[in-house]
């Protein structure tokens, strides 16, 4: 049975389109996966004709019919703007992943995004992933102690603001880098084990 996964947080720049394509490339490893671009700029649905390995599908508009695609998973990559699909996907979302940078504006964002997954009491079911983090700062800990007081999963794993993960869109993947390729395993291990 497909599972779907939702990439979403209502503010721009943090990632999703790169943190949705690198899963969806590491998880295409061994299983059958495709990409729902819902993003009108269409950031992956320009990649289609450079991936290989999994499958990306531009913009669809009927919610009910993304069920019946013959996939393993379906990564469903969302605007940075709150639009009126949103609470559908939400509904029929296995995992929401809602990637965040530590910053204050970043964390005041969330705010309504997290409200909307709450809404639909799919509180459990999400995955905060703190994405694009610069290293030796000790703003992430103090937004990772405010986020706290949301009671939503936090992954374990940090994905740091490396060049590899923003070539990796280019290159079909993380190269030339075991950093990254280590904490990309380590939060694709998490994603499937909360999907279990």
């Given at each position: 049975?497909?599972?779907?996964?939702?990439?979403?947080?209502?503010?721009?720049?943090?990632?999703?389109?790169?943190?949705?394509?690198?899963?969806?490339?590491?998880?295409?490893?061994?299983?059958?996966?495709?990409?729902?671009?819902?993003?009108?700029?269409?950031?992956?649905?320009?990649?289609?004709?450079?991936?290989?390995?999994?499958?990306?599908?531009?913009y669809?508009?009927?919610?009910?019919?993304i069920?019946?695609?013959?996939?393993?998973?379906?990564?469903?990559?969302?605007?940075?703007?709150?639009?009126?699909?949103?609470?559908?996907?939400?509904?029929?979302?296995?995992?929401?992943?809602?990637?965040?940078?530590?910053?204050?504006?970043?964390?005041?964002?969330?705010?309504?995004t997290?409200?909307?997954?709450?809404?639909?009491?799919?509180?459990?079911?999400?995955?905060?992933?703190?994405?694009m983090?610069?290293?030796?700062?000790?703003?992430?800990?103090?937004?990772?102690?405010?986020?706290?007081?949301?009671?939503?999963?936090?992954?374990?794993?940090?994905?740091?603001?490396?060049?590899?993960?923003?070539?990796?869109?280019?290159?079909?993947?993380?190269?030339?880098?075991?950093?990254?390729?280590?904490?990309?395993?380590?939060l694709?291990?998490?994603?499937?084990?909360?999907?279990?």
């Amino acid at each position: 049975m497909v599972k779907i996964i939702l990439i979403t947080h209502q503010k721009g720049g943090v990632g999703k389109s790169t943190l949705t394509f690198n899963l969806a490339q590491n998880i295409s490893q061994n299983t059958r996966v495709a990409v729902l671009d819902f993003d009108l700029q269409g950031s992956l649905s320009q990649l289609k004709g450079l991936v290989t390995d999994f499958d990306i599908i531009p913009y669809h508009d009927n919610i009910e019919e993304i069920r019946n695609l013959d996939f393993d998973f379906i990564f469903i990559d969302t605007p940075p703007y709150l639009s009126n699909q949103l609470p559908g996907l939400i509904k029929i979302a296995d995992l929401i992943i809602v990637p965040t940078k530590a910053g204050v504006l970043d964390l005041l964002a969330i705010e309504n995004t997290l409200a909307l997954i709450k809404k639909q009491n799919k509180g459990k079911d999400t995955l905060i992933v703190f994405n694009m983090i610069k290293p030796n700062t000790t703003l992430t800990l103090d937004i990772l102690i405010d986020i706290e007081e949301y009671n939503v999963p936090v992954a374990k794993t940090h994905i740091s603001d490396l060049v590899a993960f923003t070539r990796s869109v280019l290159l079909k993947g993380i190269v030339c880098s075991h950093n990254a390729q280590r904490q990309l395993d380590s939060l694709t291990k998490e994603v499937l084990t909360k999907l279990i």
